[in-house]
């Protein structure tokens, strides 16, 4: 009778494990395409992962990187609430429904992915939406969108602009920085792409993610990928830089309006950018006012009329600071505001690779250092100057060049050791070479020899097959560069007031600290 009980508990236990999997892929899936759907996954997949960890004697959640920050943020979103002066059953309500959503995926997420296989089905998941997200928006773009109807351009700047696609996204600069991040993760995982057939796949891809973004006509969120794969080019794969220059060049060719578009964000001769400066002094000023707890989460449409020093017209609602720094900082005040983007860009810097238990052992043992010296502020300048040097070690190793097997010089000695080269080449380029006055086996080669004639086909089955280690590597990269590209149009907007935005950057967050205990 016990052995059964103990099977059945088992049993409990893994069903109640599977159905909160499933419940992180439903939401991986659908939160692009259907937040309402994606909010009752997450919902359904914290109560089965509740009882789980009920039932299961031997579970412990396990800590994540960033688990301190987060829980600030929460607490201090919360006292901004209720020490609003727009305090009301609403900022409440949508504290609880927002807030508690992110906070559930973050949790969820990062207690349920455990293992390599559970991360590759959630990016499953995600690239399956975006396919969706992008073909909605190319039948959006070729049947036609009046923004008109939506306002959502100048028509005295821009009277020749007249579609700009959404897709399932509601608004195009949404959709534009959604797009940013998915073509940021996938930039990140062609970076470790090793069969012709996941390239392919990886670039076409990113072609047509571009391509979708063009449509949204979002300046911001195209300068913000420029800017990565900007970034990324110079300092790791030149090809990167020259691609996307070529993609550009095509685009400001074949579509002048793309161009003069893309061009306005350095003038301001769209109204947009004007009101955009406007909301941001005005913003600037809550923040002088309440700088240590805000004006309250999901405050700002109500507090703003009472600093509405440049929107002229009373029944413009401004919902949000069209700038995340800005926002966050009026919301939930600056500290709250320091311990989010402590959990943001910390998540980006383990990302490109820099562990969070490095740093705190590096620290810890700098700051035994200096307490056990006698010239403390001395210490203290080498210890500045030897945090700043590894820093800028570690920034210039993340973007530097891949080690390629370079092929040496005509004339330049290389050992029998250091070749990897088919029976034919070695007897047609042998040679005794004295050198030191001794005959040393050597290889002479030429770079057109080095390479093969012909090339094996395409093999479609390996577009699957991946290496873990590469898989979680690129995977890890796409997400600091989708953060990096997410902080980047944080300048001009604030695309994490959107639900759907906000969903995918916590169930990144998680995933990024996921991927990092699982690889340590």
């Known amino acids: 009778m016990d052995r059964v009980s103990v099977f ?22 659908f939160l692009a395409l259907s937040p309402t759907v994606a909010a009752t996954a997450v919902v359904f997949g914290v109560i089965t992962w509740f009882l789980r960890s009920r039932i299961d004697s031997h579970y412990k959640i396990r800590g994540l ?33 927002l807030v508690g959503i992110y906070a559930l995926t973050y949790l969820i997420v990062g207690q349920t992915i455990q293992k390599t296989e559970q991360v590759k089905w959630v990016a499953q998941a995600l690239g399956a939406s975006a396919v969706l997200v992008v073909l909605w928006g190319f039948f959006q773009f070729v049947f036609g969108v009046d923004v008109a109807d939506v306002k959502w351009t100048d028509p005295e700047a821009f009277p020749e602009l007249r579609k700009r696609i959404f897709s399932t996204l509601e608004n195009p600069n ?55 794969f900007a970034v990324y080019g110079v300092w790791k794969d030149w090809r990167v830089l020259i691609f996307f220059a070529a993609i550009t060049g095509l685009l400001a060719y074949s579509d002048s309006t793309f161009t003069n578009r893309i061009l306005s964000a350095f003038s301001m001769g769209d109204s947009s950018e004007a009101v955009r400066v406007g909301i941001w002094v005005s913003t600037s000023a809550m923040i002088s006012d309440h700088p240590f707890t805000g004006i309250g989460w999901g405050a700002y449409q109500f507090v703003y009329p009472q600093y509405n020093y440049f929107v002229a017209d009373p029944n413009i609602i401004i919902y949000h600071a069209h700038n995340i720094y800005l926002n966050y900082a009026a919301e939930v005040g600056i500290v709250g505001a320091l311990a989010f983007f402590w959990y943001f860009f910390g998540t980006m810097f383990i990302s490109f690779g820099m562990s969070e238990r490095g740093v705190e052992k590096w620290f810890s043992e700098h700051v035994e250092k200096i307490f056990a010296s006698n010239a403390f502020l001395q210490e203290l300048a080498e210890l500045i100057n030897e945090k700043f040097s590894e820093f800028a070690n570690r920034v210039l190793d993340l973007f530097s060049r891949k080690k390629s097997h370079v ?42 020899d080095a390479i093969d004639d012909k090339q094996e086909p395409i093999d479609w089955n390996d577009a699957t097959k991946i290496d873990d280690k590469k898989f979680l590597d690129g995977l890890q990269l796409g997400i600091g560069l989708a953060f990096l590209s997410m902080a980047l149009n944080g300048f001009t907007d604030d695309l994490l007031f959107n639900i759907p935005s906000s969903m995918l950057m916590w169930m990144l967050g998680a995933l990024a600290a996921a991927i990092d205990k699982i690889k340590h």
């Open 65 to 97: 990187p960033f688990d301190v920050p987060v829980t600030i943020f929460l607490l201090i979103g919360a006292i901004s609430v209720f020490t609003s002066s727009a305090r009301s059953f609403d900022l409440i309500y949508n504290y609880c429904s």
């Open 407 to 448: 092929v040496k010089k005509t004339g330049e000695l290389i050992h029998h050791e250091e070749m990897n080269f088919s029976e034919h080449t070695r007897q047609k380029f042998s040679e005794d070479i004295p050198v030191g006055g001794e005959n040393i086996s050597a290889k002479i080669i030429k770079l057109d």
């Open 174 to 228: 949404v959709l534009a920085g959604y797009l940013d991040v998915m073509i940021c993760l996938a930039l990140g995982l062609l970076t470790k792409a090793e069969r012709r057939a996941q390239k392919i796949i990886l670039i076409v891809a990113i072609g047509l993610l571009a391509l979708c973004l063009v449509m949204t006509y979002s300046r911001g969120a195209f300068i913000a990928i420029a800017i990565v």
């Open 8 to 29: 059945a508990r088992r049993r409990r236990i893994r069903n109640l494990e599977d159905w909160t999997l499933y419940a992180v892929l439903t939401e991986a899936f």
